[in-house]
Every structure is written in structure tokens, then in C-alpha cells.
């Protein structure tokens, strides 16, 4: 029979010899402490922990979502759950899988599509599913890491500016994807291949003579621009005193950032592989 006291129980439930149908019995406990120690643990039985998913106790079931084996059952009812803490979390759990990837994607919450959005390691099917996703701020958060490239192309083409500028920040662009948003009609994209990516030459001068003054602001502040570029930059009165400030930049954070744009993986929320 469990102690009275609860601090006997939670140090009972924490026991790594309790059998499993006593951390069933714990997992029913009328101490939220308690309960939280059983979502923790690692060892503890799937259905014990499927049990959990519903408990009315939040830091229970945040417990429960940062457990590593926690069940996909749980995690089906845990990406439902009304905080978004606990909610937030199940994209980047490793034992997402593809039932709960598909009721993610079916969600009306942009804000849990959008963190499974930013899973690099999404499959093909779910990431060019995510393409035709009605809110741009999934459809943006994809287009930064997907490493799918048909869904990349497609949101190069996204009729939404803000989409296509995000897709600047994703390390596998091709030469041509990279030479069709330097040119793109829309002056915030063209500022942000300025600013995040690493250009060729043709690039550095088409874009140093844009006529936005707000794309040559953004070449001109960019650790990444040559310092011959940057020159010509400080020419232009628009841009002078921002390009000089980076001209003047030491040469190791100038050499640090272009190493990071070179960078073949630029952070991911996971890295094992899920198909979907």
C-alpha cells in the first residue's frame, strides 16, 4: 500500500525497482507531484503513460512531452493539448510518427504546424504537403530548412514575398533558385539574399546598384559582402556610414559569418529521420 505522505510516495514513485503496476497505481495518485514523477520516467509501461496525456495537472504532462519515451498514443493526445507549451513540443519529440504528423498537418493551430514546419529532417511528402499550407508562416519556417527539393522550388515560386525571401536562409539553393531571387521583384527578397547569402560576383554588383535603396542598405551592412563591394557602397550616400561601420569590422567576424552561410546545416529541430 503507498505512505500517506506524499514525499514518501514521490520518492517511492522515483524507485528504480518500482514494478509497473505499482507506477500505474502512482500514475492515478491525487498528488500532482507524484504524478509528475511517473510522466518523467523513461522505464515507465506506454499505457501508464498514455494515462498521463489527460491528466489535468500541466506540469504533468510537460513532463510527459520532454519524455523521450513517451508513446506516439500519448503524443496524438498531447499535440490536442489546450496549452501550447505542452503543444508546441510534440513536433520535435523523436517518437513523432506518421499518424500524429498527420493530425499535426491537419491542425488548426499554424502555430504547431509551424514548429513541425522547422523539422529539417521532415519527409518529402509531409514538407511539399506543408508547401500548400494557408498561412505563410509555416510555409516560411519550411522553407528555411527543408531538405526536400521539389517542396524547396515551390516555395522559391510561393506567390507570397515574405515565403520566398525566407528561403534565402535555406544552404540548398541551387545557382539557379539563387540567380531567380537576386532578380525577384519584390525588394524585400532581393534584401534578404543581400544580407544572408553568400553572392557571386554578378550578384554583388547587380545588387549594388539596385534601385532600393533598402537592398543596398542591407548589402551594405552584411559581414558577407567583399570589402570591394562595400567600397563602392560607401560611395553612394545612402548607404555610405553603413558601409564603412562594416569595412571596419574585424576580419574574423566578417570570415565567421561567411562560414556560417556556407554551412551545409544552419540549425535544425532534429536531426534523426522521419517519413512522412
Known sequence: MPAKKVSAR???AADPQAAADLLGLFAADASP???RVVAARTDAPAEVLVVLAADKDLRTRQALVGNPACPP???AVLARDPHWSVRLDVPDHPNLDAATIDLICAAGDKDLRGCLAQRADLGAATARRLTGDPARSVRAALAQCTRDGEALAALV??????VRAATVHNPRLTEEQRDRLVRDPRAEVRAAMAAHTLLNEDDLRLLAADRSVNVRWWLATSPATPDHILRRLADDPDTET???ATLARPRSDKSSFRRFLAAEERGSRRSSEISG
Not at 515560386?157 to 515574405?162: E, F, L, R
Open 73 to 75: 498514443e500519448a503524443l
Open 157 to 162: 515560386a510561393d506567390p507570397d514575398a515574405s
Open 10 to 12: 514521490v520518492q517511492a
Open 242 to 244: 553603413q558601409a564603412k
Open 33 to 35: 507531484s507524484v504524478r
